[in-house]
């Protein structure tokens, strides 16, 4: 929505560079985790996944690298365009009281200039 | 396939004052959830219905009810709203398989009370 970002932390990048977004997760129970882009007005939209039992996933132009030792998740952004844009949420899920429950984070805000 | 729909876009209303807040999904998903997103504070799960015929409470359900209609619609229910309702309303749905799974977003509800 119109206000969500205003106090999340902006990666500014140039256009054509690669992005980098980190996140911390916090429960090691958590078996799968998402990375979610967000547009302002829009709601939350799929990027890419991975599994525990994986520490990497390519996608066109994105990756998801995983460290399960230090709870660590991050999203690479190849050859980034203004069209990427966005706030970038990660979300760790555990099955838990019968349920996927996913907990996000609090978000980054991709900023990419011309 | 619209994916996740929902209605209204906006809304205000004063307090106290009810509504409804509509979700449907056009992709046999089990499992549907509503979340609410405030400025900095990523998405909170207010209830979820694992499946037809069942709904659950999640982080934050104070205030709120749900309907489970049919396997596609979702409702969420404000009794009498108070200022503190003021968020963006996200409704979301996934296919209700154990172990980890994408949940699809919709584009959201902005509700201002007043």
């Known amino acids: 929505g119109e206000n969500v970002g205003l106090h999340l932390p902006t990666l500014s990048v140039q256009e054509g560079d690669n992005s980098i977004i980190n996140c911390a997760y916090s429960n090691s129970a958590s078996d799968y985790f998402i990375w979610y882009k967000q547009e302002s007005g829009k709601g939350p939209q799929f990027i890419i996944d991975?599994?525990?039992?994986?520490d990497k996933r390519q996608g066109q132009r994105v990756t998801v690298l995983l460290n399960k030792t230090v709870k660590h998740l991050s999203l690479q952004i190849a050859a980034t365009q203004p069209g990427d844009s966005a706030v970038y949420f990660c979300?760790?899920?555990?099955?838990?009281?019968?349920?996927?429950?996913?907990?996000f984070g609090a978000g980054t805000r991709l900023a990419v200039h011309p | 396939n619209a994916g996740v729909t929902q209605t209204p876009k906006f809304q205000v209303l004063k307090t106290g004052q009810s509504m409804t807040l509509q979700c449907a999904q056009d992709m046999n998903h089990n499992s549907m959830y509503w979340y609410r997103q405030d400025p900095g504070m990523g998405l909170r799960l207010i209830y979820y219905s694992a499946s037809e015929g069942t709904t659950d409470k999640g982080e934050v359900p104070n205030g709120y009810n749900v309907s489970r209609l049919n396997k596609r619609e979702f409702s969420l229910r404000l009794e009498s709203a108070a200022p503190s309702q003021t968020s963006v309303y996200f409704c979301?749905?996934?296919?209700?398989?154990?172990?980890?799974?994408?949940?699809?977003f919709g584009p959201g509800t902005r509700l201002l009370v007043l």
């Open positions: 979301a749905s996934s296919e209700g398989r154990r172990g980890g799974e994408t949940q699809y």
């Open positions: 991975i599994r525990s039992n994986m």
């Open positions: 979300a760790e899920n555990m099955f838990s009281g019968g349920y996927n429950k996913l907990i």
